[in-house]
């Protein structure tokens, strides 16, 4: 048996991660909780899953470096976001971890992550928790900016400049569409 390349992991990543991205945008732990226990321990696996995907991407990043390239057809300003753009994800998305972690340091009882692993012995300080919620969700509402305009970027560059960044991207089964 042949292990996926690398490109083939991170569009495994990249597409596992968007779905669960949306929901967390889009559904709250207040709102989970007016449906009843089973999706409170639902959206609490789903978190853990996200959360084990945004760490072993940022390992990615740590250990084998970026895996996109410009392209030969960017110039100017778009080559020169390129880099930072995608490197401001994945590092958000390893920020957003690390403050889910300290929610978790700073709330006054266990919270658990899929409902099975203590995110950290909480030390019970409602200021700083009340604090990292705040940067929590700024920061996770402002990376969905930089997602957005991350997607708009790539259907740019397929439009526009007729390259093969969002082909490239695509499930096999999708490509021939594009």
Not at 20 to 49: C, E, M, R, T, Y
Not at 100 to 112: I, K, Y
Not at 113 to 123: C, D, K, M, N, V
Not at 141 to 159: D, K, Q
Request: hydrophobic share 55%; aromatic share 12%; charged share 10%.
């Amino acid at each position: 048996m042949q292990l996926p390349t690398r490109r083939t992991w991170l569009k495994t990543l990249h597409w596992s991660m968007l779905p669960l991205f949306v929901w967390f945008l889009l559904v709250q732990p207040g709102d989970v909780a007016a449906w009843g226990n089973w999706a409170v321990k639902l959206h609490s696996i789903f978190g853990l899953v996200f959360v084990a995907m945004c760490l072993g991407w940022t390992v990615s990043l740590i250990y084998l470096g970026l895996a996109s390239r410009p392209g030969p057809k960017l110039r100017g300003v778009a080559r020169a976001i390129h880099r930072p753009l995608h490197l401001t994800i994945v590092w958000g998305l390893f920020g957003v971890a690390v403050t889910g972690f300290l929610l978790g340091l700073t709330a006054s009882r266990v919270l658990f992550a899929g409902t099975i692993l203590p995110i950290a012995p909480p030390l019970g300080l409602p200021d700083a928790n009340q604090w990292v919620g705040t940067l929590h969700t700024v920061e996770f509402y402002g990376l969905g900016v930089i997602v957005a305009f991350h997607a708009a970027y790539h259907i740019w560059r397929h439009y526009r400049l007729r390259d093969n960044a969002l082909r490239i991207m695509a499930p096999k089964a999708l490509q021939r569409f594009l």
